[in-house]
């Protein structure tokens, strides 16, 4: 492609680093918690902590997705220039998948630090390659936006399949919970 295309492409990658932002912090702490309740086998409250931290990091996530999906082009213009404004939409198809990522919490931890990483290992190995094939068959006829929806389509299957596998290899859901009673009950423990 272009390089305005790839300039385009690469401005909207940089901001959706806002979107992932929470995740990242929650996984610089949560570490260390899921070992040791992992090994002592506390997994409820396990449970309980991941869900909370995968809520109180999916919130704001969902807020800054709102904002790109209201204000995206004037954002890319303000911060990158106006010809940086058509780049909306990969902004927003990017954010969504990395969403995704956030609202699924510490699945990759929870695998990595339980004894699970081999796991998370073949996800990553089976995903990427479809990665691969499906950016190279749309990026010719659909540029930047193929190549983002592509990138939203895989992250979002990568991650619901570390959920899921993160449930049955340890029984634990780390995925957002939307129930206030829950997150409430959960946060109450601390």
């Known amino acids: 492609r272009s390089d305005a295309d790839v300039a385009v492409y690469g401005a909207a990658a940089r901001l959706v680093a806002l979107i992932a932002m929470p995740l990242l912090l929650t996984n610089l702490v949560l570490p260390p918690i899921i070992a040791e309740m992992y090994a002592q086998d506390r997994t409820a409250e396990l449970e309980g902590t991941l869900r909370s931290f995968s809520t109180l990091s999916g919130v704001p996530s969902l807020l800054v997705l709102i904002v790109f999906m209201l204000l995206g082009g004037p954002i890319l213009g303000v ?105 409430r009950k959960s946060l109450s423990k601390r």
């Not at 990759?108 to 699970?116: D, I, K």
């Open 79 to 183: 911060v990158y220039g106006p010809g940086y404004q058509s780049a909306a939409m990969v902004l927003v198809l990017l954010s969504a998948g990395k969403l995704a990522a956030v609202w699924a919490g510490s699945c990759g931890a929870v695998l990595q630090f339980t004894g699970h990483q081999g796991s998370m290992l073949r996800v990553n190995l089976l995903t990427s390659p479809l990665f691969i094939v499906g950016a190279l068959l749309v990026v010719r006829d659909y540029g930047p936006v193929g190549i983002a929806s592509m990138t939203a389509a895989i992250t979002v299957l990568q991650n619901v399949t570390l959920v899921l596998v993160a449930k049955r290899k340890t029984g634990m859901w780390t995925c957002v919970s939307l129930s206030p009673s829950r997150l």
